[in-house]
């Protein structure tokens, strides 16, 4: 395939999508044939030929083609778009805007202020919202992963794309900490994690916790309640490596700061232990997925139970309910930093949390419409990834033992139990599966890279495969 074709081929992706996409999107849906340094090569001669368009800078980097390149007010307006890569005022409310000029005020025009159990027990578990009923509505829409509505166990949608789950929310849950891993480092780190004659430093140990505790979100999905040891677990988690072990998982028994806040969180360990109950007992109520969501994102920061760790534990707890209802993630992906950390300043010192919903909807609906682009172009399969040698031993092993028909079953399911034999039995499933899937799609086109001549694969074939 020449340049000419590739760019062709570039700008018919970009078209039959009609919306803005990431380069990690392009990659994964133009296929193996296309190389990362290539693609963005080809991007930028396309945008300086004017055919598209580019907004965001760095991970968040977009690209979108230009429809009509013939009228100057499209041309204007996409312009206007380019030069606008995150706008808080096109996210914000006025009503947020306004709150949010509050606490950019110096600090020292802002009164000191302390834990409100008042405001927290005035919120009543599926009476009061948090969310209005046109933002949670827009949300399940978007959201739904079981258009046939057929009944699912929990976290079957989460299992499908657990690589972009890892990925996107380990990232951004990061980033959003001052994490300064590129998202293609993230990547790296989570397929290959760290060898051996490699230093281990906190922003790696960081995103690998994160990698454990979504990977325990899902792997429990089924058994997993809102509940006071599900908290303590993801925090523990999280928190691995990074704090002393006593506090990890453990209510905090001293005094913490929130930077550049006047915020004064509780310090008695009882009444922290005994705030973090009730909380989880109201957000085990709420019946609505994306509240639940909401109050746990927001109650859990508010509270500040454990010594650190705690906005990193509430993003992932506002998972929960997500992945168990088979909905898209939360990833707080293409959020400016400086804007969460001004919501979550509304909440500490004004229990205002229209900021932080806002961003929450805006964040939500851009993760869905992203996976609605990729609902099929799921990247790397951890289990493909993990058992690759596995597989392709065992795919070779049934071409040239020439095993057919029913014998196919029979022979993937001994494997699997004999040269498998300590794996979980949800992977064991879903390595017969992916074995079985490869199987159907070899061609003579496919079969060189696991060292099988066309010949052995023809006779396969004829062997009434």
Not at 103 to 114: E, G, L, N, Y
Request: aromatic share 8%; hydrophobic share 35%; glycine share 4%.
């Amino acid at each position: 395939m020449n340049k000419m074709e590739r760019k062709q081929k570039i700008l018919a992706l970009l078209q039959s999508q009609s919306d803005w996409m990431g380069i990690s999107v392009v990659l994964n849906l133009l296929g193996e044939e296309f190389k990362n340094r290539t693609v963005r090569r080809l991007l930028g001669e396309l945008r300086d030929e004017g055919l598209i368009v580019r907004t965001g800078l760095g991970p968040s980097t977009r690209y979108k083609i230009i429809f009509n390149t013939h009228n100057p007010e499209d041309n204007s307006i996409v312009a206007e778009t380019q030069n606008s890569a995150y706008s808080s005022k096109l996210i914000f409310t006025k009503k947020s805007l306004s709150i949010i000029k509050l606490v950019k005020q110096p600090i020292f025009h802002r009164a000191p202020v302390s834990y409100d159990k008042n405001w927290v027990d005035s919120y009543i578990p599926n009476k009061s919202f948090y969310f209005t009923d046109e933002q949670r509505l827009q949300m399940a829409e978007k959201g739904n992963r079981n258009q046939l509505q057929q009944i699912q166990p929990a976290g079957t949608y989460s299992r499908k794309i657990l690589n972009h789950l890892l990925m996107d929310l380990s990232y951004n849950s990061s980033r959003l900490e001052g994490n300064t891993y590129s998202k293609l480092d993230t990547e790296k780190l989570l397929v290959h994690g760290i060898r051996q004659d490699e230093k281990m430093d906190k922003e790696r140990v960081m995103i690998l916790n994160h990698k454990d505790a979504i990977e325990y979100l899902v792997r429990q999905a089924q058994r997993l309640t809102v509940s006071y040891q599900t908290i303590c677990t993801l925090h523990y988690l999280l928190a691995d490596g990074l704090l002393q072990l006593d506090y990890m998982g453990k209510i905090r028994n001293q005094s913490v700061r929130i930077g550049q806040s006047t915020y004064l969180p509780l310090e008695d360990r009882t009444r922290l232990e005994n705030n973090l109950i009730n909380i989880l007992d109201k957000a085990s109520q709420i019946q609505d997925p994306f509240e639940q969501s909401f109050y746990l994102l927001i109650q859990i920061a508010y509270l500040q139970p454990f010594m650190d760790v705690n906005k990193r534990t509430s993003r992932l707890s506002a998972n929960i309910s997500l992945i168990k209802s088979n909905y898209v993630h939360l990833s707080f992906n293409e959020l400016d930093k400086d804007d969460y950390i001004s919501a979550m300043l509304a909440v500490y010192e004004l229990n205002q949390v229209s900021p932080m919903a806002d961003l929450y909807c805006f964040s939500y609906l851009r993760t869905c419409q992203a996976y609605d682009a990729t609902a099929e172009s799921v990247g790397f399969d951890p289990i493909r990834v993990k058992y690759r040698q596995q597989r392709r031993a065992l795919i070779t092993k049934v071409i040239r033992e020439k095993i057919s028909g029913k014998n196919i079953s029979v022979c993937i399911q001994q494997y699997s139990i004999e040269d498998l034999a300590n794996i979980d039995n949800n992977e064991r499933q879903e390595f017969i599966k992916s074995v079985k899937e490869e199987l159907k799609q070899l061609t003579v086109n496919t079969i060189g890279g696991l060292g099988i001549a066309q010949s052995e694969f023809e006779q396969w074939q004829l062997g009434g495969s």
